[in-house]
C-alpha cells in the first residue's frame, strides 16, 4: 500500500501549457514535501520542495501547492518546455524517522 | 566532486547468484539509502543507514543485505538472486545525519536484470 499516491501516471502537455501533477498522502506525521525530476538514464534530483506550514511555493516556473486539511499537495509547471520532458516523484517524509516516501511517478512529455 | 558513484551500471545475473552493487560518495554525507526503482511502483527504499556502523531497514528489505562501515562505502549484497529483483538500483546521499528533510543526492543508478 502506497502511501504517497500520484496522478497522473503520465501526462502530454504542448508547449507554453500548464503541466499538473498531484499527490495524496495518509501520514498526517508527514512534513516535509519534496518533488524530484529524473532524465532518462539519470537519477532523480530536487526540483522544490515545501513545509506544510506554508501553501504555496514558487520556483521560477514551477510551484507546489499545498492542502494540509485535504493532505494533498501539487506540482505546476507553467510555460511547460519541451526540456521539462521527464519522470517526476512526489515524496514525503516525518522529521522523526528516517525515510523518504516516494510516489509512483508521472512521466511528463511536452510536445513542441 | 564525483557526487554518489555506483558501479556497475548494468548486471546480468542468473536466478540464485549472487552480486555486490557498489555505492560511494565524496560529500561526507552521514546519511546513504538504496532504493529500487519499478514502473508505476515509484522509488522504494531498501535499506538505508545513518552513519558508519549503523543501518536499518526500509520498505521492501528481503532479498538484500547491506553494511557501513566507513562513511563513504555504502554497498548493496543480493544473497540469492531472483526474476523479481530485476530492477533499476539507485544509492542516494544526504547530509542529514537524521529525518531526511534534506536534499537527496542520487548515482545515475545499475539497471539488473536477473534470469
Known amino acids: 500500500q502506497q502511501q504517497v499516491k500520484q496522478s497522473p501516471q503520465s501526462l502530454i502537455v504542448q508547449k507554453g501549457g500548464i503541466s499538473i501533477i498531484n499527490c495524496a498522502y495518509e501520514?498526517?506525521?508527514?512534513?516535509?514535501f519534496p518533488w524530484y525530476q529524473q532524465f532518462p538514464g539519470k537519477g532523480p534530483a530536487l526540483l522544490i520542495a515545501i513545509r506544510p506550514d506554508v501553501s504555496e511555493k514558487k520556483e521560477g516556473r514551477f510551484t507546489i501547492s499545498f492542502n494540509k486539511s485535504a493532505k494533498q499537495f501539487s506540482l505546476h509547471i507553467m510555460d511547460s518546455q519541451p526540456g521539462d520532458s521527464a519522470t517526476y516523484f512526489c515524496?514525503?517524509?516525518?522529521?522523526?524517522?528516517?525515510?523518504?516516501?516516494f510516489g509512483g511517478g508521472t512521466r511528463l512529455m511536452v510536445k513542441p | 566532486n564525483a557526487g554518489v558513484t555506483q558501479t556497475p551500471k548494468f548486471q546480468v545475473l542468473k536466478t540464485g547468484q549472487s552480486m555486490t552493487l557498489q555505492c560511494a560518495q565524496d560529500?561526507?554525507?552521514?546519511?546513504m539509502s538504496w532504493y529500487r526503482q519499478d514502473p508505476g511502483m515509484g522509488l522504494r527504499l531498501i535499506h538505508y543507514?545513518?552513519?558508519?556502523?549503523?543501518?536499518d531497514q526500509g520498505e521492501v528489505p528481503n532479498g538484500y543485505n547491506v553494511s557501513r562501515s566507513t562513511t563513504e562505502d555504502f554497498p548493496l549484497r543480493l544473497l540469492s538472486a531472483a526474476p523479481s529483483q530485476t530492477s533499476v538500483y539507485f544509492c542516494a546521499s544526504s547530509y542529514q545525519s537524521r529525518g531526511v528533510d534534506g536534499e537527496l543526492f542520487f548515482g545515475e543508478g545499475s539497471r539488473l536484470t536477473v534470469l
Open positions: 501520514n498526517t506525521a508527514f512534513d516535509y
Open positions: 543507514s545513518v552513519g558508519a556502523g549503523i543501518t
Open positions: 560529500m561526507n554525507h552521514e546519511y
Open positions: 515524496a514525503a517524509s516525518s522529521n522523526a524517522g528516517n525515510m523518504l516516501t
